[in-house]
């Protein structure tokens, strides 16, 4: 909180009084893209975009449910993050995650409704250890890949990750196989995935699951790839293209399905589910039972 302030000056010879008044902190957030200063209230009325800029700022995982979701039931799986490597202070990292969000791990799973469709849904937070895969967000993901297989149902996952959990080593490393596995099951069984891309979606995450959906839809100017674009452009000694690795970029070359704004996103996943006509009839024959 800022306090009052008063202060005197004089100016040839009469004397100036200036007062600056009491503002509560917090009230304001800067654009991390154009710089603009934004009333928070305001901002959040937009869905967490800026005005200016288009830019959409990161929201947690529960803000995304309340967004796109009519219903949602999370999915009561009880397990819990180990340490197997005995890394150094992980358990505390995973403690103080855990707190910050009130979540168990970097996503959350469970069965909702989008309009008249029931879908199974997973939506990764930023927030939980950089939205980093170990083996529980592994096997949370593959539990609402098995669950839309089971119930038939359109599956949807939010992505955001900085990738795979150093701290457990191979095991993190093998939920890209693991997920990417149970996701083909889905496709056999011709059940839709739909992959949203958050800003941002790279490495382990981006080369397995993310990179796998039916229809892939990335948020405006997301940041989206394997290696960060640093590290690609150290690799190769070479000037990288304007925009490189953002969500435009990736639609222009063909590597995502459409760019599409936070609050324009419930609207085009009705579309397309209405599209691939699964998920909706079993909501009629629940209502006629």
């Keep these: 909180m800022i306090s009052d302030t008063m202060w005197f000056k004089k100016e040839k010879g ?9 503002v509560p902190n917090g009230l304001w957030v800067k654009c991390e893209e154009c710089g603009e200063i934004l009333y928070k209230k305001e901002l959040a009325k937009n ?29 009561d799986i009880d397990i819990q993050t180990a340490n197997p490597l005995q890394f150094e202070g992980y358990l505390d990292k995973i403690k103080t995650a855990s707190e910050k969000t009130g979540q168990k791990e970097a996503i959350l799973i469970g069965e909702g409704k989008i309009g008249d469709y029931k879908i199974a849904l997973g939506v990764m937070d930023f927030r939980f250890v950089g939205g980093s895969m170990g083996s529980v967000v592994g096997e949370l993901v593959t539990k609402a890949i098995e669950f839309a297989l089971s119930n038939k ?3 949807i996952i939010i992505n955001a990750s900085g990738g795979a959990r150093m701290q457990e080593g191979i095991l993190s490393l093998m939920q890209m196989a693991k997920t990417s596995a149970a996701l083909s099951e889905l496709a056999d069984a011709h059940i839709p ?29 997301a940041l989206l790839g ?40 419930k ?3 009705i579309g397309i589910f209405d599209f691939f006509g699964v998920g909706k009839e079993e909501i009629k024959q629940e209502i006629n039972n």
Excluded at 14 to 22: A, G, H, P, S, Y
Excluded at 233 to 262: N, Y
């Design 14 to 22: 009469i004397e100036v009084t200036t007062i600056k008044r009491e």
């Design 47 to 75: 869905l967490w975009i800026c005005e200016f800029c288009n830019y959409h700022f990161k929201i947690s995982a529960r803000k995304y449910i309340e967004i796109l979701t009519d219903e949602f039931k999370e999915l």
């Design 153 to 155: 149902i359109p599956l």
């Design 193 to 221: 995935y739909i992959s949203i891309l958050t800003n941002p979606t790279t490495a382990g995450v981006m080369a397995s699951y993310a990179s796998l959906g039916d229809v892939v839809i990335a948020e405006p100017k």
């Design 226 to 265: 394997f290696a960060g674009p640093r590290v690609i452009q150290q690799t190769i000694k070479q000037e990288l293209p304007e925009g490189f690795q953002k969500a435009e970029f990736c639609l222009e070359h063909g590597l995502i399905d459409a760019v599409v704004s936070r609050d324009k996103l």
């Design 267 to 269: 609207k085009t996943l």
